[in-house]
């Protein structure tokens, strides 16, 4: 599906999908250095394989994604995806957005596929539950041997951000045990936090 919207972003826009996201997201939310696939001569962090028996990682090949590249072919930093998250966050904490409107974005972070009554389903681009008197958003990333994971709690206002650079890291688990930290050194926590459930 991401591969396919990739494709009918760059028939709309006259430009390629790398090129549209770099002058109409990356530039105007000052991510400078976020890539849109990669290549092997780019100054990015390299995946890396499972533990071998002396406890040492082997270098991962690059993959060639293709047509696929809107569905993970991008490279940014924890700063880039934090001012990323903070456009997401806005809607929600009074401010101005700066790329699109409040409407848009919480558009963007209701349930539009309802997968589970009682946990949620899909937004757009984010996966979403509310309950509890709580709103997450969440989407997760993984190539064999890289994984990531974005989480947002709207309400407490406050993100998570994963970026692993090996295989076997559960990054979905990660943000929640962060995400449970936070909350209990917010004001007024001991809120429920469900589970999310694993993809």
Do not use: C
Not at 104 to 132: C, K, Q, T, Y
């Amino acid at each position: 599906g991401y591969g396919v919207l990739g494709e009918v972003i760059a028939e709309a826009s006259g430009m390629s999908y790398a090129e549209f996201l770099k002058q109409e997201v990356f530039m105007p939310l000052g991510m400078k250095n976020a890539l849109v696939h990669p290549s092997p001569g780019d100054d990015v962090t390299w995946g890396h394989g499972p533990r071998g028996l002396t406890g040492s990682r082997d270098k991962a090949g690059f993959w060639e994604l293709g047509f696929a590249t809107p569905a993970g072919g991008m490279a940014a930093s924890v700063e880039e995806l934090a001012d990323f998250m903070l456009l997401n966050l806005a809607p929600y904490a009074g401010a101005r957005p700066r790329l699109l409107s409040a409407p848009v974005l919480r558009n963007m972070h209701d349930i539009h596929f309802l997968l589970d009554p009682e946990r949620g389903g899909m937004g757009l681009g984010w996966a979403v539950e509310i309950s509890n008197g709580q709103h997450l958003v969440y989407h997760g990333g993984e190539l064999p041997e890289q994984t990531s994971f974005m989480l947002i709690d709207l309400h407490a206002r406050v993100g998570i951000i994963v970026l692993t650079n090996a295989q076997d890291v559960d990054a979905n688990g990660m943000a929640q045990e962060m995400l449970r930290t936070v909350r209990s050194a917010l004001p007024g926590a001991g809120f429920p936090f469900p589970a999310i459930p694993r993809e």
